[in-house]
């Protein structure tokens, strides 16, 4: 079966400092892989989003991702965090776009930003 | 911009009581899912629908039913509340491209 590791509950960055959030999946085959964020009460919003293709992917607000299959991880990076960053951010893999509402979530990440 | 919407946002209910979540979106997806958030778990898939009439389980479906009457409704139902089942509950939608899944804003149920 499927799983997501992210494997920092909390992370904690000063406004301007680079960030970087760590995913590590599991599964046999080709995985979607997908960064969530959710805003105190709200929903999730997609963040971007990995389809079988360029390793690299763009996504909203800065972010970026990088899917490398010989280490089973899809971490999220920022180049200069804003204290409106300030979330808690999940990584997800479903089997395919046919099923891509199907998500595996990880535990998810609390990001804390600092003046 | 796509639309789904919950309701109750929030709801107190009695062990044994039933309970329904609702919930309606407006970007005729046809692929509707349930999942429950618990701190320390993330999000788990309770129970998603391909379309009107159809329901199927997730990964965590015991103590729910579901009921998917047209295209724009997706109902999560509690027969018999307990308290383990207090959490957040979030709905979502998706087109049968799936390039992506919407989500509405949850319900926090207390099962007392």
């Known amino acids: 079966a499927q799983s997501v590791t992210q494997p920092d509950a909390r992370v904690t960055v000063s406004e301007g400092a680079s960030l970087q959030l760590r995913c590590k999946y599991s599964?046999?085959?080709?995985?979607?892989l997908f960064w969530y964020v959710q805003y105190p009460r709200q929903g999730l919003q997609l963040l971007l989003k990995?389809?079988?293709?360029?390793?690299v992917v763009q996504g909203v607000n800065g972010f970026e991702a990088e899917f490398s299959k010989s280490n089973s991880s899809f971490h999220l990076r920022k180049a200069s965090v804003h204290w409106s960053d300030w979330a808690v951010y999940f990584c997800a893999v479903s089997e395919g776009t046919q099923v891509v509402g199907q998500l595996t979530f990880g535990r998810g990440t609390r990001l804390q930003v600092y003046a | 911009e796509a639309a789904v919407t919950q309701s109750p946002r929030n709801k107190v209910a009695v062990t044994g009581g039933k309970v329904t979540l609702s919930c309606n979106q407006t970007n005729n997806h046809n692929n509707m899912y349930w999942y429950r958030q618990d701190t320390g778990h993330g999000l788990r898939l309770i129970h998603y629908?391909?379309?009107?009439?159809?329901?199927e389980k997730g990964d965590i479906p015991d103590g729910y039913k579901a009921s998917r009457p047209s295209q724009e409704n997706f109902s999560l139902i509690l027969e018999l509340a307990t308290p383990s089942q207090t959490s957040v509950y979030f709905c979502?939608?998706?087109?049968?491209?799936?390039?992506?899944?919407?989500f509405g804003k949850g319900t926090r149920l207390t099962v007392v």
């Open positions: 599964y046999f085959g080709t995985p979607y």
């Open positions: 990995y389809y079988p293709g360029d390793p």
């Open positions: 629908s391909y379309g009107a009439g159809s329901t």
């Open positions: 979502a939608s998706g087109d049968s491209a799936n390039t992506e899944v919407f």
